[in-house]
């Protein structure tokens, strides 16, 4: 009796726990709720302002009670005023399928909000097709105007793969305070002439990887400002542009203690004869902490600037008056299986505030020649505590003293 009794608790228990798998699989299984923007009364013939479609659109799948959502633009051509779609949403998770082209009002009138098309508190969003965002943002470049074509404030667990970018008034794509996120096969394009064009703008923001993308832009590549930490950046090509910039940082007028911490940059390439390579950038007489910053697995070729860790930047000279001897803290940064070649004569440059103000600086196994084998290339340092290895052109003459040396090209 107490035997069948067992079975039968076990038979019932086995039962159970089956039909809560079968409701469980049954309700993951089914498909999640699909809303395309032509069912909400977007035109998609890139004159049509097709912004209350979108905004309609995203409200829906922001709101349905499931899981997952996926948000749909088909091959149309859509242009979009500004826009702001908003969190937090009811879906763990909300998939912007783009396949077509998104184009940008030229009117300068309506652009008052400092974005074009911004998403805020949504978490676990992801923006991903082979369509085209176009920023159309020509018109704003000759007076330095505009705003960035695409913003995520405040997207915890953002995945941002396989579109092209293109021509924003002022930056592609800005992250701000977006604790993990990945960012994967984009295609970035602007005139290496267009200002303020930066590629990717991550600002207090935690656990992002940068991969396998193309990046060729008015101003940074990739520049990662104040309070970031784990920075992933890999596969990435650059250029034009002015380099996978920290910084800048430390801006005294602030008041702020900036903080970069944990950047990891590997197997990246850089192409153009204006382009920057690496850089660091911080602010005379600021304040805060760059610590733990690895580059590795680098080529250059023939790149105007390829490795730069200044102390003293200064735009339009506007810190003149900024006597203090104060300097951003830079420490623990690795230079390591680097080569390739520079347009300029001054390949790596490294120069520190004060005497302390950067510590551990290592360069192992770094080879940079000029791309002109009849010219030299040189190293400037300045203040540099750190050791050199394998390294051409030599810093070891300059790394304590701040002469500046040259070698005949390799």
Known sequence: MVNILAADIKDRFFFLCMLMLSVLSSTTNEGSP?????????????????????????NEACQVQSQDATLNIPDRT?????????????????????????????????????????????????????????????????????????????????????LTHMNPQKSHIILTKCDGGNINNITISAPEDAPNTDGIEIGGSNH????????????????????????????????????????SLGDPGSGDFDTVSDVHVRSCTFTGRDTTGLRIKTWKGGQGEVKRITYEDIIFDNVRYPIVLDQFYCPSNVCKNNTGNSAV???????????????????????????????????????????????KVYAHCLNVKGKASNVEPSVDDCMHSGSTISLNSI
């Open 34 to 58: 699909y809303f395309d923007v032509m069912n909400y009364g977007a035109i998609g013939d890139g004159k049509a302002d097709d912004s209350q479609a979108f905004l309609k659109t995203w």
């Open 329 to 375: 803290s830079i420490s623990d940064v690795l230079y390591t299986r680097i080569t390739g070649t520079s347009s300029g004569d001054l390949a790596i440059t490294l120069l520190c505030g004060n005497k302390s103000s950067c510590n551990n600086i290592v360069l192992d196994g770094v080879h940079i020649k000029s791309s002109d084998p009849r010219k």
């Open 208 to 247: 992002v990887q940068v991969q396998n993308s193309k990046i060729g832009t008015g101003d940074d590549c990739i520049a990662i400002s104040s309070r970031c930490s784990f920075i992933n950046i890999t596969g990435v090509t650059c250029g034009p542009g002015h380099g996978i910039s920290i910084g």
């Open 78 to 162: 859509f242009l979009l005023n500004p826009i702001k779609l908003s969190g937090p949403c009811v879906p763990v998770r909300i998939n912007v399928q783009v396949e077509g082209t998104i184009v940008a009002s030229t009117n300068k009138s309506l652009y008052s909000n400092n974005h074009w098309i911004l998403f805020s508190y949504v978490k676990g969003l992801t923006v991903a097709g082979r369509g085209t965002i176009d920023g159309q943002g020509a018109g704003s470049w000759p007076e330095r105007t505009g705003v960035a074509a695409l913003k995520f404030y405040s997207c915890s667990d953002l995945v941002l793969q396989g």
